[in-house]
T-cell receptor, first 116, second 114 residues
């Protein structure tokens, strides 16, 4: 049973470019979460999605960041016009959770974004 | 403010010695509790979880954790550490009323001496 898959594992972008990070959840999981790990900071929640729906985006920066989880295909975290402060490890997690119950989240290996 | 605290940033332990990592949370209700481990450059692996029931939970790799409601704590333990346990450990909580998101502690980096 394949785990959560993320690609690319490493991404280098110049300031002002766009970054697209992909996440394929574990088989049987319909809920996806994105977290960011900044240097010297902890892991912070960004957004929680299920298919074609954003459930909670309370951790997303107000500008330049967006996320989607289409009916077909992986979840995408998109960062427009990247700045050096966006350099971080971005982790995707998935779960079987419904909104009225809880299941553990399984994490992918992360995408390490470097903005030059 | 709601928070998760891991008081120890670094812990150094000798191989074969016991290990205890502390985690305290500050929430009004009992949250769901998790411990994850992260090896350098890797993702997070779930060690164990507490949802309800028996307050002593067993996890993978020989780890266990005990939930103490009176102390708002969920400390992680291992009786005998192996060199491969060197990693960073994160405590996390989930509050159902706040949605399914995890709130993480700052992490504890464990170094294992031969």
């Amino acid at each position: 049973n394949a785990g959560v898959m993320q690609n690319p594992r490493h991404l280098v972008r110049r300031r002002g470019q766009e970054a697209r990070l992909r996440c394929s959840p574990m088989k049987g999981h319909s809920h996806v979460y994105w977290y960011r790990q900044l240097p010297e900071e902890g892991l912070k929640f960004m957004v929680y999605l299920q298919k074609e729906n954003i459930i909670d985006e309370s951790g997303m920066p107000k500008e330049r960041f967006s996320a989607e989880f289409p009916k077909e295909g992986p979840s995408i975290l998109r960062i427009q016009q990247v700045v050096r402060g966006d350099s971080a490890a971005y982790f995707c997690a998935s779960s079987r959770a419904g909104q009225t119950s809880s299941y553990e989240q399984y994490f992918g290996p992360g995408t390490r974004l470097t903005v030059t | 403010a709601q928070s998760v605290t891991q008081p120890d940033i670094h812990i150094t332990v000798s191989e074969g010695a016991s290990l205890e990592l502390r985690c305290n949370y500050s929430y009004g209700a009992t949250p769901y509790l998790f411990w994850y481990v992260q090896s350098p450059g890797q993702g997070l692996q779930l060690l164990l979880k507490y949802f309800s029931g028996d307050t002593l939970v067993q996890g993978i790799k020989g780890f266990e954790a005990e939930f103490k409601r009176s102390q708002s704590s969920f400390n992680l333990r291992k009786p005998s550490v192996h060199w491969s346990d060197a990693a960073e450990y994160f405590c996390a909580v989930e509050i159902k009323a706040a949605g399914n998101k995890l709130t993480f502690g700052g992490g504890t980096r464990v170094l294992v001496k031969p």
